[in-house]
C-alpha cells in the first residue's frame, strides 16, 4: 500500500509542476509571452541608480523586419513585412515596458 500512496504523490507533484511550466509561456496575439520578467540595471553616474523591469515577449523572426508601430488604445500595433511581403501584426500593451527577443520560426 505504501508503494502506490508513493507513487500517487510522485504523479500528483509531476502533474503539478508539468502544469506551472504550461502556463509559464502564453502565445498571444501574434507573440509568446513568459511570466518571467527582465531586468535592466541602469547607472547614469553616482547614485543615479535605477532599476527597471520588463515584461519579455519573442516574435518569431519569419515575420520579418519591424515596418511600423501604431498606437491602438491601451495597445501599440508592431507591424512586420516578411521578405516575401506578407504584412503580420503583433499586439504589445503599450504602458508596459518590453524586451523583445527575435526567436521562433514560421512553419
Known amino acids: 500500500m505504501k508503494r ?3 507513487l500517487s504523490v510522485a504523479v ?3 502533474c503539478a509542476l508539468l502544469t506551472g511550466l504550461a502556463y509559464a509561456y502564453q502565445f498571444n496575439a501574434g507573440a509568446l509571452t ?3 520578467q527582465a531586468e535592466d540595471r541602469l547607472s547614469f553616474g553616482g547614485a543615479a541608480q535605477f532599476t527597471l523591469n520588463r515584461d519579455q515577449i519573442q516574435i518569431p523572426r519569419g515575420y520579418g523586419r519591424l515596418v511600423a508601430i501604431t498606437p491602438s488604445g491601451k495597445t501599440a500595433v508592431l507591424w512586420f513585412e516578411s ?3 506578407v504584412i503580420r501584426n503583433v499586439v504589445v500593451n503599450a ?3 518590453l524586451l523583445i527577443d527575435r526567436k521562433g520560426a514560421l512553419n
Do not use: F, N
Open 4 to 6: 502506490s500512496v508513493g
Open 34 to 36: 513568459t511570466d518571467t
Open 95 to 97: 504602458a508596459t515596458p
Open 83 to 85: 521578405e516575401t511581403g
Open 12 to 14: 500528483i507533484a509531476s
